[in-house]
């Protein structure tokens, strides 16, 4: 399908490209991190590893199972990575010019389930459940 192999190719380019900027510009990362997670320059480092990972395994065409699991570890990273985002929307739109405001930090909120959803489906993951 069309679509599908569209968006594990979007996904694929967003998560490495993502991955790439996680390990060679980490001060945007670390700064929206929570304070309750330990050692944020390591997370942010561990983070782009984990997308570059996720990124080669839903790229490649051969193995089924890989690219479900890389499914299944990108869709779980977007949840766990979910509360910096969340904490990044908090801390700029208390800010007094409200930072990058709504129109950013709305469409990021709904965003992250729909990318969640995307690399379940794309990758076949969601085969077992339909």
Same mark, same amino acid.
């Given at each position: 399908?069309?679509?599908?192999?569209?968006?594990?190719?979007?996904?694929?380019?967003?998560?490495?490209?993502?991955?790439?900027?996680?390990?060679?510009?980490?001060?945007?990362?670390?700064?929206?991190?929570?304070?309750?997670?330990?050692?944020?320059?390591?997370?942010?480092?561990?983070?782009?590893?984990?997308?570059?990972?996720?990124?080669?395994?839903?790229?490649?065409?051969?193995?089924?199972?890989? *690219? !479900?699991? +890389?499914?299944?570890? =990108?869709?779980?990273? $977007? #949840?766990?990575?979910?509360? /910096?985002?969340?904490?990044?929307?908090?801390?700029?739109?208390?800010?007094?010019?409200?930072?990058?405001?709504?129109?950013?930090?709305?469409? *990021? !909120?709904? +965003?992250?389930?729909? =990318?969640?959803?995307? $690399? #379940?489906?794309?990758?076949? /993951?969601?085969?077992?459940?339909?």
């Amino acid at each position: 399908m069309l679509v599908k192999r569209l968006t594990r190719y979007f996904l694929t380019v967003a998560y490495f490209g993502a991955g790439i900027l996680h390990l060679v510009k980490p001060a945007p990362f670390v700064t929206i991190t929570p304070h309750w997670v330990p050692d944020a320059p390591l997370v942010i480092t561990l983070t782009g590893l984990a997308e570059l990972a996720g990124a080669v395994g839903l790229a490649q065409p051969w193995s089924p199972r890989l *690219r !479900m699991a +890389a499914g299944w570890g =990108l869709a779980a990273y $977007a #949840l766990c990575v979910w509360p /910096a985002n969340i904490n990044h929307m908090m801390m700029d739109l208390a800010r007094p010019d409200h930072g990058l405001g709504w129109a950013y930090h709305g469409p *990021r !909120m709904i +965003a992250q389930p729909v =990318l969640i959803w995307a $690399a #379940l489906w794309c990758s076949g /993951a969601l085969k077992r459940f339909q």
